[in-house]
T-cell receptor, first 114, second 114 residues
Framework: AAGVIQSPRHLIKEKRETATLKCYPI?????VYWYQQGPGQDPQFLISFYEKMQSDKGSIPDRFSAQQFSDYHSELNMSSLELGDSALYFC?????????????FGNGTRLTVT | GNSVTQMEGPVTLSEEAFLTINCTYT??????LFWYVQYPGEGLQLLLK?????DKGSNKGFEATYRKETTSFHLEKGSVQVSDSAVYFCALRNNTGTASKLTFGTGTRLQVTL
């Protein structure tokens, strides 16, 4: 079965650089979520999109922005990177169906800021 | 607001031992409850779910029962294997719309030894 695809798997950037993470949801899933997971921590919700509109916003820094495109893929843009942005970034998708449906996660993008 | 509390790890067990990982939650309304598992270097995989009180989710020998009276969703397995070594996250999703996010507990690391 098709899963959530994230790219790249690994990304190394220097401080103050920018990064773009991409997420391709499971076919027919219309909702995308972004999470950030620091080392040894639980995933922290950043932002979500439903039908290409921002749905909810969590602890996403102002330096980050995201959007969902007409084909439902999503991109997380990160600017002025800081050392503390080094983390695993997960994208998840779900199908319209409410809160009973699980979120399906990709394998994540590991971002290292040096 | 919503929150999930898990027992702290790491939990170290011998193979074939009985496993319990405690999880309690705080939420308004009637959330759906999930257990996700994260193997080293991988993404979050749905292990099981329960969407209403007294529901029992089960998968791969793991079970958890949605207990509304005690606001708990403890994960159990009768006989663990070395291959079960991973981090386990309890999570809830509330009925706040079609794009409601997952709220995670802090995760419990399980290590199973021979």
């Amino acid at each position: 079965a098709a899963g959530v695809i994230q790219s790249p798997r690994h990304l190394i950037k220097e401080k103050r650089e920018t990064a773009t993470l991409k997420c391709y949801p499971i076919p027919r899933h219309d909702t995308v979520y972004w999470y950030q997971q620091g080392p040894g921590q639980d995933p922290q919700f950043l932002i979500s999109f439903y039908e290409k509109m921002q749905s909810d916003k969590g602890s996403i820094p102002d330096r980050f922005s995201a959007q969902q495109f007409s084909d439902y893929h999503s991109e997380l843009n990160m600017s002025s990177l800081e050392l503390g942005d080094s983390a695993l970034y997960f994208c998840a998708s779900s199908q319209r169906g409410g809160y009973n449906s699980p979120l399906h996660f990709g394998n994540g993008t590991r971002l290292t800021v040096t | 607001g919503n929150s999930v509390t898990q027992m702290e790890g790491p939990v170290t067990l011998s193979e074939e031992a009985f496993l319990t990982i405690n999880c309690t939650y705080t939420a308004t309304g009637y959330p759906s409850l999930f257990w996700y598992v994260q193997y080293p270097g991988e993404g979050l995989q749905l292990l099981l779910k329960a969407t209403k009180a007294d529901d029992k989710g089960s998968n791969k020998g793991f079970e958890a029962t949605y207990r509304k009276e005690t606001t708990s969703f403890h994960l159990e397995k009768g006989s663990v294997q070395v291959s079960d070594s991973a981090v386990y996250f309890c999570a809830l999703r509330n009925n706040t719309g079609t794009a409601s996010k997952l709220t995670f507990g802090t995760g419990t690391r399980l290590q199973v030894t021979l």
